[in-house]
Protein backbone atom coordinates (compact mmCIF):
# COMPACT_ATOMS: atom_id res chain seq x y z
CA UNK A 1 0.00 0.00 0.00
CA UNK A 2 0.79 3.39 -0.35
CA UNK A 3 2.45 5.07 2.49
CA UNK A 4 1.29 9.08 3.01
CA UNK A 5 3.29 11.19 5.44
CA UNK A 6 2.20 13.87 6.73
CA UNK A 7 5.17 14.60 9.44
CA UNK A 8 3.74 17.59 10.99
CA UNK A 9 1.52 16.32 13.48
CA UNK A 10 0.43 19.73 15.36
CA UNK A 11 1.52 22.79 13.84
CA UNK A 12 0.10 26.84 15.33
CA UNK A 13 0.02 29.11 13.52
CA UNK A 14 -1.68 32.68 14.25
CA UNK A 15 -4.37 34.38 12.68
CA UNK A 16 -3.30 36.42 9.42
CA UNK A 17 -0.48 34.24 8.49
CA UNK A 18 0.07 31.76 6.49
CA UNK A 19 0.52 28.22 6.63
CA UNK A 20 1.51 25.34 4.60
CA UNK A 21 0.75 21.79 5.38
CA UNK A 22 2.98 18.81 3.63
CA UNK A 23 2.08 15.34 2.51
CA UNK A 24 4.85 12.68 1.15
CA UNK A 25 3.17 10.04 -0.50
CA UNK A 26 5.99 6.44 -0.82
CA UNK A 27 5.56 6.27 -4.40
CA UNK A 28 4.56 8.52 -6.62
CA UNK A 29 1.16 9.11 -7.11
CA UNK A 30 1.27 11.62 -10.04
CA UNK A 31 -1.50 14.17 -9.07
CA UNK A 32 -4.25 11.81 -7.47
CA UNK A 33 -4.22 13.57 -4.23
CA UNK A 34 -7.05 15.21 -2.03
CA UNK A 35 -7.40 16.89 0.64
CA UNK A 36 -9.48 17.48 3.30
CA UNK A 37 -10.62 19.31 6.32
CA UNK A 38 -11.99 18.29 9.74
CA UNK A 39 -13.76 20.31 12.38
CA UNK A 40 -14.15 18.57 15.56
CA UNK A 41 -17.00 16.67 15.63
CA UNK A 42 -17.67 16.95 12.34
CA UNK A 43 -17.24 14.98 9.27
CA UNK A 44 -14.52 15.47 6.65
CA UNK A 45 -15.05 18.32 4.05
CA UNK A 46 -13.21 18.29 0.45
CA UNK A 47 -10.92 21.10 -0.02
CA UNK A 48 -9.09 20.41 -2.91
CA UNK A 49 -8.96 18.03 -5.63
CA UNK A 50 -6.38 16.56 -8.08
CA UNK A 51 -3.73 17.92 -6.34
CA UNK A 52 -4.50 22.06 -6.74
CA UNK A 53 -7.86 21.91 -7.93
CA UNK A 54 -10.60 23.53 -5.12
CA UNK A 55 -13.84 22.12 -4.56
CA UNK A 56 -17.02 24.36 -5.09
CA UNK A 57 -17.30 26.63 -2.50
CA UNK A 58 -13.73 26.55 -0.65
CA UNK A 59 -12.38 30.12 -0.07
CA UNK A 60 -9.86 30.61 -2.23
CA UNK A 61 -7.17 31.24 0.59
CA UNK A 62 -6.84 27.60 0.30
CA UNK A 63 -4.32 26.18 -2.23
CA UNK A 64 -3.11 23.25 -2.69
CA UNK A 65 0.41 22.24 -5.16
CA UNK A 66 2.85 19.31 -5.91
CA UNK A 67 3.10 16.25 -7.69
CA UNK A 68 4.68 13.49 -7.83
CA UNK A 69 5.59 12.42 -3.84
CA UNK A 70 5.13 15.88 -2.24
CA UNK A 71 2.06 17.73 -1.81
CA UNK A 72 1.57 20.83 -0.27
CA UNK A 73 -1.96 22.25 1.41
CA UNK A 74 -1.56 26.06 1.71
CA UNK A 75 -3.84 28.38 4.10
CA UNK A 76 -2.71 32.22 3.22
CA UNK A 77 -4.48 34.40 5.56
CA UNK A 78 -5.39 31.79 8.11
CA UNK A 79 -8.92 32.96 9.52
CA UNK A 80 -10.16 31.53 13.08
CA UNK A 81 -12.67 29.36 11.81
CA UNK A 82 -9.46 27.26 9.90
CA UNK A 83 -9.17 25.20 13.31
CA UNK A 84 -9.55 21.91 12.14
CA UNK A 85 -7.69 18.69 11.26
CA UNK A 86 -6.53 18.59 7.60
CA UNK A 87 -5.33 15.28 5.99
CA UNK A 88 -4.38 14.41 2.46
CA UNK A 89 -5.79 11.28 0.51
CA UNK A 90 -3.89 9.46 -2.38
CA UNK A 91 -6.16 7.74 -5.22
CA UNK A 92 -3.47 6.50 -7.58
CA UNK A 93 -3.34 3.10 -6.29
CA UNK A 94 -5.86 0.47 -4.60
CA UNK A 95 -6.23 0.58 -1.49
CA UNK A 96 -6.38 4.64 -1.32
CA UNK A 97 -4.95 5.48 1.49
CA UNK A 98 -4.66 8.92 3.78
CA UNK A 99 -2.16 10.80 5.62
CA UNK A 100 -1.92 11.01 9.48
CA UNK A 101 -3.35 14.41 9.92
CA UNK A 102 -2.24 17.28 10.65
CA UNK A 103 -3.91 19.31 13.44
CA UNK A 104 -3.79 23.02 12.79
CA UNK A 105 -3.92 25.18 16.58
CA UNK A 106 -4.67 28.78 15.86
CA UNK A 107 -2.48 31.23 18.59
CA UNK B 1 -28.03 19.94 -2.46
CA UNK B 2 -26.10 16.77 -2.27
CA UNK B 3 -26.88 15.34 1.23
CA UNK B 4 -25.86 12.11 2.85
CA UNK B 5 -27.90 11.20 5.81
CA UNK B 6 -26.15 7.99 7.70
CA UNK B 7 -28.23 5.55 10.49
CA UNK B 8 -27.61 6.21 14.37
CA UNK B 9 -25.06 5.46 16.27
CA UNK B 10 -24.84 1.48 17.54
CA UNK B 11 -23.90 -0.56 20.38
CA UNK B 12 -23.49 -4.42 19.04
CA UNK B 13 -22.39 -7.46 20.94
CA UNK B 14 -18.65 -9.05 19.60
CA UNK B 15 -19.32 -11.92 16.95
CA UNK B 16 -22.41 -9.98 15.19
CA UNK B 17 -23.42 -7.92 12.16
CA UNK B 18 -24.48 -4.43 11.84
CA UNK B 19 -25.64 -2.76 8.68
CA UNK B 20 -25.11 1.20 8.65
CA UNK B 21 -27.31 2.80 6.11
CA UNK B 22 -26.42 6.02 3.47
CA UNK B 23 -29.22 7.58 1.97
CA UNK B 24 -28.29 9.93 -0.79
CA UNK B 25 -30.11 12.94 -2.07
CA UNK B 26 -29.87 15.70 -3.80
CA UNK B 27 -28.27 14.12 -7.15
CA UNK B 28 -28.64 11.01 -9.37
CA UNK B 29 -27.38 8.34 -7.04
CA UNK B 30 -26.49 5.64 -9.68
CA UNK B 31 -24.27 7.75 -11.27
CA UNK B 32 -21.39 8.26 -8.60
CA UNK B 33 -19.51 5.80 -7.01
CA UNK B 34 -20.00 5.90 -3.16
CA UNK B 35 -17.38 5.26 -1.13
CA UNK B 36 -17.04 4.12 2.93
CA UNK B 37 -14.51 4.72 5.28
CA UNK B 38 -13.78 3.85 9.00
CA UNK B 39 -11.75 6.18 11.64
CA UNK B 40 -10.59 5.72 14.85
CA UNK B 41 -8.67 7.70 17.43
CA UNK B 42 -5.53 7.04 16.87
CA UNK B 43 -5.74 5.33 13.63
CA UNK B 44 -6.21 8.02 11.31
CA UNK B 45 -8.70 7.60 8.52
CA UNK B 46 -8.59 3.69 6.21
CA UNK B 47 -10.59 3.20 2.87
CA UNK B 48 -12.87 0.14 3.07
CA UNK B 49 -14.11 -0.02 -0.21
CA UNK B 50 -16.88 1.78 -2.99
CA UNK B 51 -19.53 0.59 -4.67
CA UNK B 52 -21.47 1.73 -7.80
CA UNK B 53 -25.22 1.58 -7.37
CA UNK B 54 -25.84 1.48 -11.04
CA UNK B 55 -24.15 -1.49 -11.50
CA UNK B 56 -23.39 -2.98 -8.09
CA UNK B 57 -19.58 -3.10 -8.79
CA UNK B 58 -17.40 -3.05 -5.71
CA UNK B 59 -13.95 -2.80 -4.79
CA UNK B 60 -12.91 -3.78 -1.31
CA UNK B 61 -9.70 -2.56 0.28
CA UNK B 62 -8.02 -6.19 0.76
CA UNK B 63 -7.64 -6.02 4.80
CA UNK B 64 -11.84 -5.63 4.68
CA UNK B 65 -12.82 -8.27 2.57
CA UNK B 66 -14.88 -10.21 4.46
CA UNK B 67 -15.34 -8.23 6.74
CA UNK B 68 -17.39 -5.45 5.07
CA UNK B 69 -20.03 -5.97 2.54
CA UNK B 70 -21.17 -3.00 0.68
CA UNK B 71 -24.49 -3.12 -1.46
CA UNK B 72 -27.04 -0.59 -2.73
CA UNK B 73 -30.86 0.09 -3.19
CA UNK B 74 -31.20 2.11 -6.23
CA UNK B 75 -35.54 2.73 -5.60
CA UNK B 76 -34.40 3.99 -1.97
CA UNK B 77 -31.24 5.66 -3.43
CA UNK B 78 -29.81 4.08 -0.05
CA UNK B 79 -26.47 2.67 -0.01
CA UNK B 80 -25.52 0.01 3.07
CA UNK B 81 -22.57 -1.40 4.55
CA UNK B 82 -22.69 -4.80 6.59
CA UNK B 83 -19.82 -5.62 8.89
CA UNK B 84 -19.71 -9.17 10.56
CA UNK B 85 -17.84 -11.05 12.97
CA UNK B 86 -17.53 -7.78 14.83
CA UNK B 87 -14.36 -7.47 17.77
CA UNK B 88 -13.54 -4.29 19.42
CA UNK B 89 -10.99 -3.56 16.82
CA UNK B 90 -14.22 -2.19 14.66
CA UNK B 91 -15.28 0.02 17.50
CA UNK B 92 -15.13 3.48 14.93
CA UNK B 93 -17.05 5.93 12.75
CA UNK B 94 -17.76 5.17 9.82
CA UNK B 95 -18.67 7.49 6.91
CA UNK B 96 -19.91 7.25 3.45
CA UNK B 97 -19.02 9.40 1.04
CA UNK B 98 -20.18 10.39 -3.04
CA UNK B 99 -17.00 10.05 -5.17
CA UNK B 100 -15.88 12.88 -7.30
CA UNK B 101 -12.43 12.84 -9.39
CA UNK B 102 -11.88 9.41 -7.72
CA UNK B 103 -11.89 10.92 -4.22
CA UNK B 104 -15.01 11.82 -1.79
CA UNK B 105 -16.62 15.77 -2.52
CA UNK B 106 -19.42 14.82 -0.13
CA UNK B 107 -18.79 12.90 3.42
CA UNK B 108 -22.37 11.42 5.65
CA UNK B 109 -22.19 12.67 9.28
CA UNK B 110 -20.71 9.64 10.40
CA UNK B 111 -21.96 6.35 12.38
CA UNK B 112 -20.35 5.21 15.57
CA UNK B 113 -20.47 2.18 16.16
CA UNK B 114 -19.50 0.11 19.83
CA UNK B 115 -18.48 -2.96 19.98
CA UNK B 116 -18.95 -4.16 23.31
CA UNK B 117 -20.61 -7.09 25.66
Known amino acids: DIVMTQSQKFMSTSVGDRVSITCKAS??????VAWYQQKPGQSPKALIY???NRHTGVPDRFTGSGSGTDFTLTINNVQSEDLADYFC?????????FGGGTKLEIK | QVQLLQSGADLVRPGTSVKISCKAS????????LGWIKQRPGHGLEWIGD????????YYNEKFKGKATLTADKSSSTAFMQLSSLTSEDSAVYFC??????????WGQGTSVTVSS
Open chain 2, 51 to 58: IYPGSGNT
Open chain 1, 89 to 97: LQHWNYPYT
Open chain 2, 97 to 106: GRMLHYAMDY
Open chain 1, 50 to 52: LAS
Open chain 2, 26 to 33: GYAFTNYW
Open chain 1, 27 to 32: QNVRKA
